[in-house]
């Protein structure tokens, strides 16, 4: 199938070290051009030389057929609806809103273009993930009983944009799409009650480090986000008869390297192991080929609205 032209609106790190290198490697969709207002950051990033200083430049171009924006945080919807005015196809950074509100407004824009829209929840592609999701499904470990997940990293310096609460930042926003997320999907979104949370703040204003408690389904979760904590990921899930739990400490961010997938079933354990790969790849491919109306999972924006409607939750507990 032809490519899918790719346009990237922002040419940051994650677009650098995530999109960037999986449409490099792709066969179903190219980096045709980038807009950024860092002009030097745009080069680097468009194989072609096509570059934009302005956005709406990019998505005024009629050979771009898909946009990823990987712009702060509060910027995602506004250019997420902008693009879709504009007739693309849009991959979004997580998280997509920074509340369900925002997410419902342009779910509206989505629903008269009737054109792709989407959340780069990338971690969702892994084939570990899957299998996690598979096992959790076939009922092997029994009834949940308890999910317990953490992402965190250190060394985030004061003017790095996450710590600002006006554009977005903070570590629910940034790292809760995936660990604080997890239980949600899990659990195929059932019934949630008894939020609670321990917060540390950020001299910006923008939460630093959060512990969240709540029950979901038949299990008691337990999830921890950070942006100043010793790396530590972990995805643990304890049912009735036995427990899963991802090995090593990459729970969240496995990415073109090997990982593992501890079982234990009536005391037996087994270590189920994954070949490098790209999940942000598997993601991209997906979308094009839907693009190209091809078969390809993507993640619903049901999803989306839900993961918002609970980091509103949150919110308001911390408050």
């Not at 990823?68 to 809103?97: D, F, R, T």
């Not at 480090?209 to 643990?236: C, H, K, W």
């Not at 037996?268 to 070949?275: L, W």
């Amino acid at each position: 199938m032809e490519k899918v032209r790719w346009g990237f609106i922002g040419a940051g790190m994650i677009a650098k070290k995530a999109l960037y290198p999986a449409l490099m490697n792709s066969e179903v969709g190219e980096i045709y051009a980038v807009a950024s207002r860092d002009t030097e950051r745009a080069k680097e990033l468009s194989p072609s030389g096509r570059i934009y200083t302005d956005y709406q430049d990019l998505l005024d171009d009629e050979n771009v057929e898909a946009i990823y924006i990987s712009l702060p945080n509060s910027l995602h919807i506004p250019w997420s609806i902008k693009a879709m005015q504009a007739g693309k196809h849009v991959l979004c950074e997580k998280p997509l809103a920074m509340n369900a509100a925002e997410v419902r407004t342009a779910i509206a824009v989505h629903d008269k273009t009737d054109l792709l829209f989407m959340e780069a929840s990338w971690n969702r592609w892994h084939p570990r993930t899957l299998r996690i999701k598979e096992l959790v499904d076939s009922g092997v470990i029994g009834n949940v009983k308890s999910i317990r997940t953490a992402f965190t990293y250190d060394g985030l310096a004061d003017e790095n944009i996450r710590v600002f609460p006006e554009l977005g930042g903070g570590g629910l926003y940034d790292l809760g799409p995936y660990s604080v997320a997890a239980p949600l999907w899990l659990m195929d979104f059932a019934p949630h009650k008894d939020i609670a949370t321990d917060v540390k703040w950020h001299p910006a204003g923008s939460d630093e480090t959060v512990r969240t408690t709540f029950t979901i389904g038949s299990a008691q979760a337990e999830t921890l986000t950070s942006m100043n904590m010793p790396d530590t990921l972990y995805f643990e899930i304890e049912g009735e008869k036995g427990s899963v739990a991802t090995g090593g400490n990459d729970a969240f961010n496995s990415h073109n390297k090997p990982s593992t997938l501890e079982i234990t079933i009536a005391g037996e354990k087994k270590i189920e192991n994954f070949a490098a790969c790209d999940p942000y790849q598997l993601m991209a491919d997906a979308f094009s080929r839907r693009v190209r109306g091809k078969e390809g999972w993507l993640m619903p924006l049901s999803e989306s609205l839900a993961f918002a409607e609970f980091f509103d939750e949150i919110f308001a507990v911390m408050k």
